[in-house]
């Protein structure tokens, strides 16, 4: 079968009056809505690799995430739709999960490995499967020159121009493929990632490792809270408003925290009148699952 997805990723304007007062339009890609499983830029990232491999004659793919990863999910659906064998080298002691279920549901074959060995990825490869020619290695969260090329392709796809675009970044690679496209389209667009980690500064050496020319871009380190993985009440609270207020289900693992951004920065004034923001919604919504109990009363 051809790799390849027919999908709907459309654009809305997200209408409210902290955006109206600011004189701004704020605008969302839906690419959430490219998949319910192999969701939003992780069907990007997977995209050429899943290529690379078929063109390598490869029928297994291994990859890497821990127990709540969209990604590890997104590989199992894709293997399955595409034909793969898929395993999941999964960080930490063996669990069961909402998540690990539905890869599991999919086919996909889980190893559990301690934290440790974790770090070391192409040796975790090469101890399963050194002697196995259909195995090819995937690196977690799909990082690679071939999902930065697959990420680019959301340029593509704009209606307009924007003079802003918002991306969270985990690996850097959807970001970092976003800002390839906005140059290889010779736009005006100012880009901004957002690190949904601690210490977000490594993400600028991580992206720019991405870059075909270098090209500047702004990075918000603030809004990690606490870390990757890490919620406050704060943030609890704008999810649960803006879900209630735009129908637009988000996480607070990544959209979450980038929206989030947005929505602190326009209250400060960062933005002038008459510009327009897009914010990526790059999926990843099963992530709530890990989370529930996160949102307390409401449950
Ligand atoms: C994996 C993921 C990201 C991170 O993407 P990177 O390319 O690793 O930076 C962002 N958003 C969502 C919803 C994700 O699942």
Redesign the pocket.
Known sequence: MEIDLEFYSPVHQIKNKLFDEQGINVFIKRDDLIHPII????WR?LKYLLKKARAENKSHLVTFGGAYS??LLATAAAAAQFGFKSTGIVRGEAVNNDTLFLCRLHGMQLLFTDRESYRDKPALFDKYFAGDPEAIFIDE???SPE?AKG?SELVNELPQTYHHIF?????????AGIINGIHQHNLPTQFHAVP?LKNGDFMKVEINKLLAPPVNFELHTEYHFGGYGKTNDELIDFIKQFVAETGILI?P???GKMLYAVYDLAAKGYFKPGENILAIH???IW?LLGMKEKFGKIL
Do not use: F, I, Q, R
Not at 170 to 175: C, L, P, Q, S, Y
């Open positions: 969701s939003g830029n992780k990232k969209n990604h969260g799909g990082a999902g990420c991306c969270a970044c985990g690996t850097g690679t959807t970001a949904v996480e693992v990544y959209t790059s999926g990843g992530g």
